[in-house]
């Protein structure tokens, strides 16, 4: 007879193995996996740009608070998206599920793998904390191994400050749905040409 904590416990290990298998699954993608969160739509709706632009086999678009972060291990290479909320801040700036997982994955092993990281802020009302999300996600998977690829220039944009500036450029794609939603589809189509020749494909 099954007490209640051997059916538990079964019930764990039946979720350990499902898991187990994901990750197999997951480990022969080809695949970019193409993540995000977003509080008002507007880093989702920038995801269904890149998949919509990106030329390469992509996933699609989903949000990061949605997955178990060990899948991130499985895929070819990875584009990821996060908005900047908590301005000032220096850590937890997205305000969303990226801010509760920045730590898990700064544990993964993502050697080999060439990410890039795109972002949406408002260059008009905040524009003394532009985007400083992209970098906090930056740097978490820089210190998970990865090889990081999608810097762009400053130029063209209208902001005072920005931590994700490094060595003079944005360290991912900085977007503005506020204020500059009509430069956002060729704003992306030139950034998923730029990282498909940077090896992320």
Excluded: H
């Amino acid at each position: 007879m099954l007490t209640k904590s051997s059916f538990s416990g079964a019930r764990l290990a039946i979720k350990a193995a499902s898991r187990r298998a994901a990750a197999v699954r997951m480990g022969a993608r080809a695949e970019v996996g193409l993540f995000y969160s977003t509080s008002t739509g507007n880093t989702e709706a920038a995801a269904d740009w890149i998949s919509q632009k990106f030329e390469g086999d992509i996933s699609d678009p989903t949000d990061i608070g949605e997955i178990d972060v060990d899948d991130l291990t499985g895929y070819s290479g990875l584009i990821v998206g996060a908005p900047t909320w908590n301005t000032g801040a220096d850590e937890g700036r997205s305000g969303t599920a990226w801010d509760e997982v920045i730590d898990e994955i700064k544990d993964l092993d993502l050697s080999g793998k060439k990410v890039a990281v795109f972002g949406c802020g408002d260059s008009s009302s905040y524009g003394d904390y532009f985007c400083d999300a992209i970098e906090e996600v930056y740097t978490a998977m820089k210190e998970a191994g990865a090889e990081m690829v999608g810097s762009v220039a400053t130029d063209g944009y209208d902001f005072s400050e920005s931590k994700s500036v490094i060595d003079g450029k944005f360290c991912g794609l900085p977007l503005d749905e506020d204020n500059e939603s009509d430069m956002t589809e060729e704003r992306v189509a030139a950034w998923c040409a730029q990282i498909s020749g940077e090896g992320l494909a």
